[in-house]
């Protein structure tokens, strides 16, 4: 079998880790191989290594059968080696063409012409079905479009081999399968692909084989077809994973908040896009509220936590009107956030951990005495939170936020808005990017809240998320509770029909 | 009655141009620099260190060598843009090479042009002014004859003039349609997605940084040739006038041209407050007109950089290793 990719004994240090360690990966020709692993076993280290943005300290790349040596990304390119970062790499001002040609230009007498590089993308994007237009401006492409653009700038430097990081983090379940769809079909006109990702699915889906790493580690090389997704997380995790977490039938008792006909108003839009929605949440229950990303979801919690007014309706928590209360009065009163954006909205990400802990609380005692911090409290506080919810850091309390794993990051925020106490507990797809390990670990925490009689709301788009987690399944879609679920009386398909909008059903 | 408005406009054309052309010049240059990535307070300190370099060599090749005015201011100019370019090195090295803060490493700059104008001035002339103090107006050949275009430009005109005109033409056509400039403003936007394509960003940056301080250098020299007629340790904040217009501009060439031409207006009026007041006999008080530049300057930021359109990644030393 003839191999592409050879990248045989590779390791690569960095001060303190062994982030590749003794590694072996072949790729052959027309594959679709996936690199799988949690976050930080290595996967993007050992592809950062074939791209030329790292050298291995051992071991040796071999392309096409010819030992190579891969300084740069421009030795990478010259070698038919293409890769799609995880976070893209466009110039947002630039167009989709003048993007595609920046360090291939074409130029007649030292003037840039676009003429010939319009046609080979256009005729390019035919091919592939990529369906991207060169006179588009990147700002105003979806992300789904941006990383096509992604795909056909490799494709356009005649890229043979391509690697792509975390390809479906962002985008719609419409354009993973898109995306899916893509990928296929550049595999069998003979592509190699290589996707790193930590979603089992997807691997499922498309790829033929799947190497798996943990903590720097090459574990195994299988085919796809010979396994199961259980086999293929226990070897990328260490040990034996559960997939559905189990939980208690659901004590529900009395309405801990409610929403009464609210609406919530974009300025990115111009309109309402929460549009006169009610519904409650009672203690002891989760209620998941389902639909595709960008139906109002975003909106609704920001209404709701206070990030932006409401234009309509009121809210009431433990039956107090909290309308009129800002964000600081309306989390003193009892909510609890965990935020989509965790980076964003979730932590300060230059401050260490003990500072992102008392966010929401430092002026209070015993935070502060007098006007000055208390550092000793603060940093006891943090060093509990980090030994309860499993916190791993590299130096404890005074870690820097910026510096932790994506799942870490989220369970310190978990573990902050748990231990308030508070009666409701709102959480933004909690466990979006993240590995089966720490979305286990989540799944675990939010079910042990419900069961101590808190108030959930849960905004995910992920329906296996929802099953997992549901006491009550609201639908919404543009804006609006377009039904109300039980789920065990359910199912993926109904769901599916009214999240797309074809079917509705008036609530009570 | 048109003739009369005609002249007005010439005789105002007379006193604007050279202004506008000095801040467009240096405007330019910062918009060079900006648009690789690396922001440019330092204008101010590299016209003041070309203005000052480029006098001493116009008092020599005038009094000394006693060569023909044109041809001494031209030689003046190249000296100007070759000591802004070497002086802005320093900046490209520190926000560059060092990765330092650019402000600080610009303000440096700032601080350390004035000083050292002042004192090499005493110490090679005994006082801090440089009096170069000739009549560098012209005629040009054949293009003075134009009727009003050539009456406004070409007639009793500076050198500087044309070359501004020309600088503002190349300076299009380098940005938005050679390889150069696409690469250069890539490395402005998103220096990752111009390190991934093989763009060497640090030499764009030198290069967008080096083109900076040869425009300032030699917008230095303009102020002190069409506007001063001697250098006096300062270019009276043409510099920082000079940044405002680039970021009023939107850091694209052809507004800032005709902000360009509308800051000049204000700077002349404040410059003759005294004259225009006589002349029209108005009952205004001329502080009034004198604070006028000043005052637009702040009002037309104000209303333009709510939708500034800085380069997204300005500022930002470029680490390979956040790639």
């Known amino acids: 079998m003839e191999h592409t990719i050879e990248m045989l004994n590779i390791t690569k240090e960095f001060p303190g880790i062994k982030a590749n360690d003794n590694i072996n990966l072949r790729v052959r020709k027309g594959e679709i191989h996936a690199l799988l692993g949690e976050n930080g076993a290595g996967k993007t280290t050992l592809m950062s290594v074939l791209f030329g943005l790292y050298q291995a300290d051992e071991g040796e790349i071999r392309v096409w059968g010819d030992k190579a040596d891969i300084r740069n990304p421009n030795d990478a390119n010259d070698l038919g080696i293409g890769m799609v970062h995880q976070h893209f790499k466009l110039v947002n001002r630039f167009t989709v063409a003048e993007n595609i040609v920046l360090g291939a230009e074409d130029t007649h007498r030292g003037f840039l012409t676009y003429d010939k590089a319009v046609e080979r993308i256009k005729s390019l994007s035919r091919q592939y079905n990529l369906n991207v237009d060169p006179h588009a401006m990147v700002s105003d492409i979806s992300v789904g479009h941006q990383q096509r653009v992604e795909i056909l700038k490799m494709l356009y430097r005649d890229a043979e081999i391509l690697i792509l990081d975390e390809p479906t983090a962002s985008l719609t379940p419409q354009e993973i399968d898109e995306l899916m769809q893509i990928l296929k079909r550049l595999a069998s006109e003979g592509k190699s692909i290589v996707f790193i990702t930590h979603k089992l699915e997807e691997i499922r889906r498309i790829a033929d084989r799947v190497t798996i790493l943990r903590d720097g580690k090459q574990i195994d090389t299988v085919e796809v077809k010979n396994t199961t997704n259980k086999n293929l997380a226990e070897m990328m995790v260490g040990r034996e994973v559960v997939f559905r977490v189990e939980k208690a039938p659901a004590r529900i008792e009395e309405p801990v908040f409610a929403a009464d006909s609210i609406s919530v108003y974009s300025p990115t839009v111009r309109k309402d896009v929460v549009k006169n929605t009610s519904f409650d949440v009672k203690s002891g229950e989760i209620l998941v509220v389902a639909g595709i990303e960008g139906n109002g979801q975003s909106e609704l919690v920001y209404g709701i936590t206070g990030l932006n007014p409401l234009s309509g309706g009121r809210l009431y928590l433990n039956q107090k009107d909290i309308t009129g209360y800002d964000i600081r009065e309306r989390s003193l009163a009892g909510i609890s956030h965990i935020p989509e954006d965790r980076q964003r909205h979730g932590l300060v990400l230059d401050f260490s951990l003990e500072y992102n802990m008392i966010l929401q609380n430092y002026f209070q005692t015993p935070f502060q005495s007098r006007g000055f911090l208390q550092f000793d409290v603060i940093r006891e506080h943090a060093e509990r939170l980090i030994d309860n919810f499993d916190v791993r850091t590299s130096i404890g309390a005074p870690t820097l936020a910026r510096s932790m794993s994506g799942g870490n990051q989220q369970k310190a925020i978990l573990a902050r808005e748990i231990d308030r106490g508070n009666d409701l507990l709102i959480a933004v797809q909690p466990t979006r990017g993240l590995d089966v390990g720490a979305i286990e670990s989540i799944h675990k925490q939010i079910i042990a809240q419900r069961d101590a009689g808190k108030a959930v709301l849960i905004i995910s788009y992920d329906l296996n998320e929802v099953f997992t987690l549901a006491d009550r399944i609201l639908v919404m879609y543009e804006g609006e509770n377009v039904g109300e679920f039980d789920p065990a009386e359910t199912s993926e398909s109904e769901l599916g029909l009214y999240m797309s909008g074809s079917k509705r059903r008036e609530t009570s | ?323």
């Open chain 2, 1 to 323: 009655m048109i003739a009369d408005i005609f002249n007005e406009i010439v005789s105002v054309g007379a006193y604007v141009i050279p202004v506008m052309i000095v801040l467009l010049v240096v405007s330019l240059g910062g918009l060079f620099s900006e648009r690789s990535g690396v922001i440019n307070i330092a204008l101010e300190g590299i016209m003041v260190m070309g203005g000052f370099v480029g006098a001493m060599m116009l008092y020599f090749l005038l009094y000394t060598v006693e060569l023909p005015i044109q041809l001494a201011v031209f030689f003046a100019l190249i000296t100007g843009a070759l000591v802004g370019m070497g002086f802005s090195f320093f900046h490209a090295f520190a926000s560059v090479s060092m990765q330092s803060n650019q402000i600080i490493s610009a303000t440096a700059l700032n601080l350390f042009a004035g000083a050292v104008g002042v004192f090499v001035a005493r110490t090679v002339y005994g006082y801090r002014r440089i009096n170069v103090d000739e009549s560098y107006r012209m005629d040009v050949p054949f293009l003075s004859d134009i009727p009003v275009l050539g009456e406004l430009l070409f007639q009793d005109a500076f050198l500087s003039t044309f070359i501004g005109i020309i600088i503002l033409i190349t300076v299009i056509i380098l940005l938005y349609k050679t390889r150069f400039g696409l690469r250069l403003r890539s490395c402005g936007e998103n220096p990752h997605a111009a390190d991934s394509v093989g763009v060497d960003v640090g030499r764009m940056r030198y290069a967008g940084v080096l083109i900076s301080g040869l425009l300032a250098g030699l917008g230095g020299v303009f102020f002190v040739v069409a506007f001063q007629n001697r250098f006096e340790s300062d270019v009276r904040g043409f510099g920082f006038l000079a940044l405002a217009l680039m970021i009023s501009g939107q850091w694209r060439p052809m507004r800032i041209f005709f902000i360009s031409i509308l800051f000049a207006l204000m700077r002349v009026v404040a410059a003759r407050a005294d004259s225009i007041m006589e002349l029209r006999g108005l009952e205004i008080e001329p502080e009034i007109l004198r604070i006028l530049p000043y005052v637009m300057t702040l009002v037309v930021l104000a209303l333009t950089s709510k939708r500034s359109k800085a380069p997204e990644a300005i500022g930002e030393p470029y680490d390979i290793s956040k790639r």
